[in-house]
């Protein structure tokens, strides 16, 4: 047994989709996040700025002393996540490698198409996870306005905007045959619906919940999956506290389910 | 005669819009631009986050010892001008108020559109800038996806996105009869040909070109213009330098003229 908390971050607020499904997958555990919203987004940024902007995300949750982090942001695991596990002495699971499985244990024709953020897609990350599990063909697209789109409300199944954005992103990626789709950013998952509505017939795999399914088996193995008597959930933000309450629930499904504090780095 | 630089900065590179306007009334200075990239946007996060990024932006272009500093972000005008006008020695000017005064004397009938961030429009600071020079009644919209629309090159005249969004936008600001619209976010002249075939008959006002027109003002009647004879312009930026340039063109119009170097705060 092992009570001490399980450190979650994101460049944001998108990472919420993540804590949704360990919170599903993993109800007895007590989770501390950290939402970058002071300096959201990170996928349209350089990787030396995505990595040193991560060091700081991971020096603050080390101060809770995790048992393991969930880096619940595609960019940062995909940009960034070889140098933090080098750096910090703790279990680090990003979202990239478990997706990556998923897919290849999925798809049928090994055809696997990828959607993320720019900084993603730019990175290979997805490709090569694949390719060390699979034989699968990748084919990856960036979807970068999909992230301003979620946060500005524009997720509703028949969205013209979106559904006319989505069409343009899916097209190169649905033209190869892919008949498995990684959604390959915590941001997502919430236009999930219409996303599957432009790519019918296709497996779209969670990349937050694969990650949440990966640290319970670490934590099972390992003996370390808490009793439930521990406190409640926290959550930090690097910009208002109220901004994130107001639209965290269309992220988690659900309320936050405890106190939102404001930092500053 | 000053030859002393003008310092002019922006939550990123849209304010190379006013760049271009304040190279081509005033061609004799030099221009010292920080872009903060690394954080941008700022129109989406809270006032003392907008506050605190000024902050650092004006202690940046301070050691350059500039003669004047353009705020060239429409939401820093809006949300912190007047504190960062107290707390430094410096003459700033902002993209507020010239606009407003630009659009009071430009109306024919007494109604004023804005359209901006969505921190801008909820300080209402243009309307209170109209308010000071005018009777003139001010309508106001938040369009926040203008900013990524425009960064991820959704800029053709007849882009069917953008234009869908803008329909979106406008429709409640042009419902009211407005006959003439303030650009309250420096990227928006990046789209000025679509916005103005949404609003046919529309006066469109570029915040940043009457700013600049304001500062050329300020520096004749108080004979602190240049004499020509001082250094290339130089620019930086809180993210990568060649993912600037790259972009700087959309907005400058032309390529940088000068050196581009990454800081970290």
Known sequence: MDNR???VFDSG????????????????EEIVYFGDTGRVPYGTRSPETILAYAREDMDFLMKYNPKAIMVACGT???????????????KIIGVVKSAAKKAAETTRNGRIGV????????????????????DAEVFSAACPL????????YIE?????????????????????V???????THFPVIKDLIADLAPGVALIDSGKEAALHLKDHLTENGLLSDGRHGANRYFVSDAADGFSKVAK??????????ITKITF
């Open 250 to 259: 269309m992220f988690l499904g659900r309320d936050i389910d405890g106190e």
């Open 157 to 177: 199944r028949d969205n013209k905007v979106t559904r006319l954005v989505a069409a343009d992103y899916l097209a190169p990626v649905l033209d190869k045959g």
């Open 179 to 185: 008949d498995t789709l990684i959604l390959g950013c």
């Open 115 to 134: 959607i993320s953020t720019g900084a993603t897609h730019k990175s290979g990350a997805f490709k090569k996870a694949v390719a060390e599990v699979s």
């Open 5 to 7: 908390p399980i450190g």
């Open 13 to 28: 607020i998108g990472g919420l989709t993540a804590v949704k499904e360990l919170s599903a997958i993993l109800p007895d």
């Open 76 to 90: 940062v695991s995909s940009v960034a996540l070889q140098t933090i596990k080098s750096d910090y002495d703790v």
């Open 146 to 153: 999909f992230i301003p789109l979620v946060e500005n409300g």
